[in-house]
């Protein structure tokens, strides 16, 4: 089903508008194992709250759609907007080392393949402006990062790089799809500014371009793959649930991260021996 990518019209696709859905391409199973995972998060954070006189309820019974909002509700100020560090679990291993899927991003990168040092869990709460993801290019956060220092916005262009997303709940518009616009990856870097929790394209540099948006509802078990420099956003959660969803990203292992973190060697035949080789060693590593 997957595969379906390596087909001269879906690369084609990816070329011409910079992404790409594959609607189905996770089994049921993936799908359970990366929401027993988030559930566990939940958990964690639930029990955290609890330990420190926070909450008085974990909310334990409620659906996994509602959880985490009830328990934000009774501690608005703890509400996490991303969990990276902890996403070490063996069912993330199944989405991030999927075989198909690393076939996939082997015939656009090639066979040296590293996952790249940012892969999230995102629970958009409803109406919470720390989740609002504004209009921007993933390759801005990395020349915000080196922009003081030796790389240029040249540099973080020509990284080689296929971003995945793919929600563990149904995505609309109306509880914060993501949406893309088309063909944007082939402008180069544009300008950002700093905003109170994200950086937004300026909007000399957006204008252009913003009404040619086109939003990305998916279902899980979907997943879309697009270019880092793409221009994106989330749309706000306006319904009751949390919009959970997965972010991550593929690089070729042969270029550097152009970050302080290394990532992870996904396929490798010039050094076999640091690729993650399954969900037990997975675990046993840590993010770097």
């Not at 659906?63 to 328990?71: D, N, S």
């Not at 518009?173 to 950086?199: K, S, V, W």
């Not at 270029?255 to 490798?268: D, V, Y």
Request: aromatic share 10%.
């Amino acid at each position: 089903m997957g595969l379906a990518v390596e087909t001269n019209s879906d690369l084609d696709r990816f070329e011409t508008t910079g992404f790409v859905i594959l609607k189905g391409f996770y089994p049921d199973g993936v799908v359970e194992a990366a929401r027993r995972d988030a559930g566990e998060l939940v958990d964690r954070f639930a029990n955290r709250l609890m330990a420190a006189g926070e909450i008085m309820s974990g909310h334990a019974d409620a659906p996994f759609e509602t959880r985490l909002a009830r328990i934000c509700a009774d501690a608005p100020d703890e509400a996490p907007s991303i969990f990276r560090k902890e996403l070490h679990l063996a069912g993330m291993y199944e989405v991030f080392f999927h075989p198909p899927l690393l076939d996939i991003v082997e015939t656009l990168l090639g066979e040296e393949l590293r996952l790249y040092p940012n892969y999230s869990i995102r629970p958009k709460l409803p109406d919470h402006a720390p989740t609002l993801v504004l209009w921007h290019q993933d390759g801005g956060y990395t020349y915000k990062v080196h922009r003081d220092g030796d790389h240029s916005a040249e540099t973080v262009d020509a990284l080689r790089m296929i971003n995945v997303w793919s929600p563990l709940v149904p995505a609309r518009e109306d509880n914060g799809c993501m949406q893309f616009i088309p063909g944007t990856h082939r402008i180069g870097m544009a300008r950002h500014e700093n905003r109170e929790h994200y950086l937004e394209i300026t909007q000399e540099d957006l204008a252009p371009y913003v009404d040619q948006a086109v939003s990305i509802e998916m279902d899980p078990g979907d997943i879309v793959l697009f270019h880092n420099m793409l221009y994106h956003q989330g749309l706000p959660n306006r319904s009751d649930q949390v919009r959970w969803s997965m972010d991550w990203r593929y690089q070729d292992a042969r270029q550097p991260t152009l970050r302080s973190t290394t990532g992870h060697l996904a396929r490798s035949r010039l050094h076999p021996d640091k690729v993650v080789r399954d969900a037990g060693d997975w675990v046993r590593r840590s993010f770097q």
